[in-house]
Every structure is written in C-alpha cells, then in structure tokens.
T-cell receptor, first 113, second 111 residues
C-alpha cells in the first residue's frame, strides 16, 4: 500500500509569506495527525483529525496556523503569515484506528528567511 | 502525561543484539508502551507496542517488566540500517491520542 505522502518535501519562503503544506494519508485511515520539530527541539503534536473533524488541536501554536481536511481525505496545513520561528520539519501521520501504530510521512522541511 | 526516561545514546556492532531500555515509573494502567524510531532524514517509523505481555514482530521484540515500570526494546541482530533515534512513548488511547516524544536514544551501529 502507498504510504503517507507529504508535499512539498522542502519549502523556503520569506517571512510574512503564506505556505500551504499537504498531506495524503493512507487510504482508509480516518485518523490524521500533524506534528513538527523546530530547530533543536523535540517532535511536538499539533493536531488530530478524525475524518474531517478536528479531534484535538491543542498543539497548534497560534492562529497563524490553519489545518483543514475537507472530505476526510487529504489535509492541508497553512501558515499565514510565516514567521522565522516556524522553520522546522512538519510531519503528517495517519492511523487506521486509535491505539494502532501511526504511519508517518517523510515530512516537509520549512525554512522561513 | 506519563513520562519516559531513556539513555541519550547507545552503541552496537553489526549482527549483535541490542537492548534499548526505557523507564516509565509513573505509567498508568491504561497506558500502552509504544516504540518508534527515526532514521536520518525520514519521519518516525512505528516499531512495536504492547500493554502487559511481551510482544514480537518482524522488526523487534518488546519485553515489559512485570510491574510495567520499565520495558526493553530488543533488536535481535543489529544492522547498519538500524542506526536511528529510538523513542519510547506511553500512549493512552482512552484519554489522548497524541504521541509525546522525548529525546529518545540515538543508536549507533558499527560494521
């Protein structure tokens, strides 16, 4: 089966610009998660979708971040406007059911200059 | 959230067994013990998980102490491809579904 796909793999944008990251989960996985690792820090949870509904968005850093999952398939994470501290690697993961293992994508490396 | 403690780094030679320890003295009765690893330039990869009994899969074995306050991930024959950061994570699917990553154990494998 195809894994979790993230696009783009790398993105370099200027401070103040907008960037949209996309995640395609494994087909049939209702649970979709976003995580990120900023420079020198640990991987942190951002939010969790069950189908198209946000189950938990307690990790979203501020209102510059907007995640959507229309139709319960792929998800997008938009950062607007981007700040320097948003630089890092953004990971998406999906799972068939809660309590099962996640499958992570390879991540999107975001650099804000 | 319950916390885990792992050594910062470990070393092994290729084709030798590796035992990666994890302490979780504050584990609750409904916490599952999950292990993930992250190879360079990749996303985390699920390795194994268990609740009370020891578990085996094609990648590794998980040995869980009787009191569940510690566990050990066992790689039976390390390969160069096993060099990664290994994370031990407690996960309670009944309360929160997020994974809380610590700093993990960086495993180096020498030929």
């Amino acid at each position: 089966e195809a894994g979790v796909t993230q696009f783009p793999s790398h993105s370099v944008i200027e401070k103040g610009q907008t960037v949209t990251l996309r995640c395609d989960p494994i087909s049939g996985h209702d649970n979709l998660y976003w995580y990120r690792r900023v420079m020198g820090k640990e991987i942190k949870f951002l939010l969790h979708f069950v189908k198209e509904s946000k189950q938990d968005e307690s990790g979203m850093p501020n209102n510059r971040f907007l995640a959507e999952r229309t139709g319960g398939t792929y998800s997008t994470l938009k950062v607007q406007p981007a700040e320097l501290e948003d630089s890092g690697v953004y990971f998406c993961a999906s799972s068939f059911r809660q309590a099962y293992g996640y499958t992570f994508g390879s991540g999107t490396r975001l650099t804000v200059v | 959230d319950a916390k885990t403690t792992q050594p910062n780094s470990m070393e092994s030679n290729e084709e030798e067994p590796v035992h990666l320890p994890c302490n979780h003295s504050t584990i609750s009765g409904t916490d599952y013990i999950h292990w993930y690893r992250q190879l360079p330039s990749q996303g985390p990869e699920y390795v194994i998980h268990g609740l009370t009994s020891n578990v085996n899969n094609r990648m590794a074995s998980l040995a869980i102490a009787e009191d569940r306050k510690s566990s050990t991930l066992i790689l039976h024959r390390a390969t160069l491809r096993d060099a990664a950061v290994y994370y031990c994570i407690l996960r309670d699917p009944l309360s929160t579904d997020k994974l809380i990553f610590g700093t993990g154990t960086r495993l180096q494998v020498f030929p």
